[in-house]
C-alpha cells in the first residue's frame, strides 16, 4: 500500500499542471462548451487512478516476467529459438498496443477508411515483431550500437525518397505509438534481462538501453514498405468529431467502457498466456512468485482500463475543441505557445516515462537522477508540439524538414556522447509518445489544422507524434554531452 500510495502522489503532481491549464484556457481563450470541462476532469481523475495503479502492477508484474525472459534469451545457444520468440513477443504485443490501435483508428477514420484499421496494425505489428527480434540479437552478438541505429535509419530515409508525405507522417507516429503502456515495460525489462547477464559490467549497462528504440524502427519501416504497394496521393483527410454528450457527465465514459475493457483484455491475453507457457516450459519460479506476478498481471489490467477510459473520453473531444478554438484565432502565435506549454506537462502523464525514468535511475545506480531525465523530455517534447503547430500555421514547412535536420543531429550526436545516452535517448524517444500523445495532443493537433483554413489534416496533423519522437533524441544526447563534460571537470579537480 506504500508503494501504491507513492505512485499516486506521483502521477497527481504530474496531472495537476495540464488540468490547471486546462481550466485557465477555458475561462480565457477557449471556453468548452456544454458539460466538456466536467468531462475532461472526471477523465483526469480516472487517469491519476489508473496510471496509479497501472505503475504498481507493472512493477510486480510486468516487469519480473520481462526479466525472466531476459535471462532465458541470454542463456539460450539457438539463434533461431532467440530469432521466433522475439519476433512472436514483439508481434503480439503490438498488434494489441493500445496507443496503436488509436492510432490505426484515427488514420483509418481522417483516411475514410481508404486504409483499413487492420492493414496498418498488420504492417506495424510485423515490423516491430522482426526490429524486436534484431535488437535482442544485437545485444547477444554485441554489435555496437550507434552503428546499428546508423544502419537502420539510413535504410528508413532510402525509402522514405518513395514515399508519401502523408504516410511519411503516419510511419512515424507509429514508430511512437508502439511504445506504449504495455510493450515499453517488458521491451525494457527484456533489455535489462539479457543484458544483465554479460559478465562485462559496463557493457551491461549500456546494453540495457536501446531495443525499445530498435523495435520502434520496425513501424516506420513497415509502414513505408506498405506504402510502396498502397498510394495514398489521391486521399483527402477530413476530421469526424466525436459527439459530446450533453446529457450526463458519465455518458462518454460508460460508452468507451466495455470495448476499452475487452481491447485491454485482447491487449494482455498473449503476455499472460505466453508467462503460464513459459513458467510450465523454462521459468518454474516457485508458487509465491509465479501468483505474484499474476497479480501483477491483474493490476495492469485494472489500471490500463481506467486509465485508457479517463484519456479517450475525458481528453480527445477536449483536445479537439481547445486546438480548434486556440487557431481559429488571428494571432496564430497563441496556437504554438499553447502547444510548447502543454507539450511540456503531457509527457509527464505518460505511464512508459515513469517506467524507463525508474529504470534508468535503478541500472545507473543513481548516477543519471530520473527528475534529470523528466525535465530534458519536458523541454524537448514542448519543442515538439510547439514546433509541429508552427507547420500546421505555416504553410510550406514539411514534417521531412523537421525530421531530416532532427535525425541528421541526432545520429551525428551519437558519435560523441557517452554510449549509454544513445541507449537512453532512442529509448526516451518511444516512451514520450504514449497515450496520452496518441489522444489529447494528436486530436489538439487535428482540431488546431481543422480551423485553419489551408491547412490538410492528413498532412499537417499526423507527424506531431513522429515530432515527440524524435526530439527527446536530440535532448537526452545533449543531456549526455552535459553529463562528459562535467565528469571531465571532475576527473581533473581529482587529479589536481
Known amino acids: 500500500m506504500n508503494v501504491l500510495r507513492d505512485k499516486f502522489k506521483e502521477v497527481i503532481s504530474a496531472v495537476l499542471p495540464v ?10 481563450l477557449a471556453p468548452l462548451p456544454g458539460l466538456l470541462l466536467i468531462q475532461f476532469i ?9 496510471l496509479s495503479i497501472l505503475l504498481f502492477g507493472i512493477e ?13 534469451f541470454l542463456k539460450s545457444n539457438s539463434t533461431k529459438y532467440v530469432v521466433i520468440v522475439g519476433f512472436l513477443l514483439g508481434f503480439f504485443v503490438n498488434v494489441a498496443e493500445p496507443d496503436l490501435q488509436v492510432l490505426a483508428q484515427q488514420v483509418s477514420s481522417v483516411m475514410g477508411g481508404y486504409i483499413p484499421m487492420h492493414v496498418i496494425l498488420l504492417a506495424v505489428s510485423l515490423g516491430t515483431g522482426i526490429m524486436l527480434s534484431f535488437g535482442i540479437l544485437r545485444i547477444v552478438k554485441n554489435m555496437p550500437l550507434h552503428i546499428t541505429f546508423l544502419v537502420i535509419y539510413g535504410f528508413i530515409f532510402v525509402l522514405a525518397i ?27 525489462a527484456l533489455s535489462v534481462g539479457v543484458a544483465s547477464m554479460k559478465r562485462d559490467s559496463k557493457s551491461s549497462e549500456e546494453d540495457s538501453f536501446g531495443l525499445v528504440g530498435i523495435m520502434s524502427t520496425g513501424a516506420i519501416l513497415g509502414v513505408l514498405i506498405l506504402n510502396l504497394f498502397v498510394k495514398t496521393d489521391s486521399v483527402q483527410g477530413t476530421l469526424t468529431m466525436h459527439s459530446v454528450d450533453t446529457e450526463s457527465p458519465f455518458g462518454p465514459f460508460i460508452a468507451e467502457l466495455p470495448s476499452i475493457a475487452w481491447e485491454s483484455f485482447v491487449a494482455l491475453l498473449p503476455l499472460v498466456l505466453l508467462f503460464i507457457i513459459f513458467q510450465k516450459m523454462k521459468f518454474r519460479l516457485n508458487r509465491h512468485m509465479f501468483i505474484k506476478i499474476l497479480i501483477g498481471f491483474t493490476y495492469t489490467y485494472i489500471g490500463l482500463v481506467i486509465f485508457l477510459v479517463g484519456a479517450n473520453a475525458g481528453f480527445m473531444n477536449v483536445g479537439n475543441e481547445i486546438g480548434q478554438q486556440l487557431a481559429a484565432h488571428d494571432n496564430k502565435a497563441i496556437i504554438v505557445i499553447a502547444g510548447f506549454i502543454l507539450g511540456m506537462f503531457v509527457i509527464l502523464t505518460e505511464p512508459a516515462v515513469y517506467v524507463l525514468t525508474e529504470q534508468i535511475e535503478d541500472v545507473t545506480s543513481g548516477y543519471i537522477k530520473r527528475k534529470t531525465v ?53 529509448d526516451s524517444g518511444g516512451v514520450a509518445s504514449g497515450p496520452m500523445t496518441a489522444t489529447f495532443v494528436l486530436a489538439f493537433a487535428q482540431g488546431a489544422s481543422n480551423a485553419i483554413e489551408h491547412s490538410n489534416i492528413l498532412t499537417d496533423s499526423f507527424g506531431v507524434i513522429s515530432m515527440v519522437a ?18 571531465k571537470k571532475d576527473d581533473k579537480r581529482e587529479e589536481a
Not at 488540468?19 to 480565457?28: A, D
Open 470 to 487: 524524435m526530439t527527446p533524441l536530440i535532448a537526452l544526447q545533449v543531456l549526455g554531452l552535459i553529463y562528459k563534460i562535467q565528469s
Open 162 to 188: 518513395f514515399a508519401s508525405s502523408d504516410m511519411l507522417a503516419i510511419g512515424f507516429d507509429a514508430s511512437g505509438a508502439t511504445t506504449g503502456a504495455l510493450t515499453v515495460p517488458l521491451v525494457l
Open 374 to 426: 523528466l525535465f530534458t523530455l519536458s523541454i524537448g517534447v514542448a519543442f515538439a508540439v510547439g514546433l509541429s503547430m508552427l507547420r500546421i500555421v505555416i504553410p510550406g514547412i514539411q514534417l521531412w524538414h523537421y525530421l531530416g535536420i532532427g535525425f541528421l543531429v541526432s545520429l551525428t550526436l551519437m558519435f560523441f556522447v557517452p554510449k549509454l545516452f544513445i541507449g537512453i535517448a532512442f
Open 60 to 72: 510486480i508484474g510486468v516487469l519480473p516476467f520481462g526479466n525472466q525472459m531476459g535471462a532465458l
Open 19 to 28: 488540468v490547471v491549464i486546462v481550466i485557465i484556457l477555458n475561462f480565457t
Open 42 to 50: 472526471i477523465g483526469a481523475a480516472a487517469i491519476v487512478l489508473g
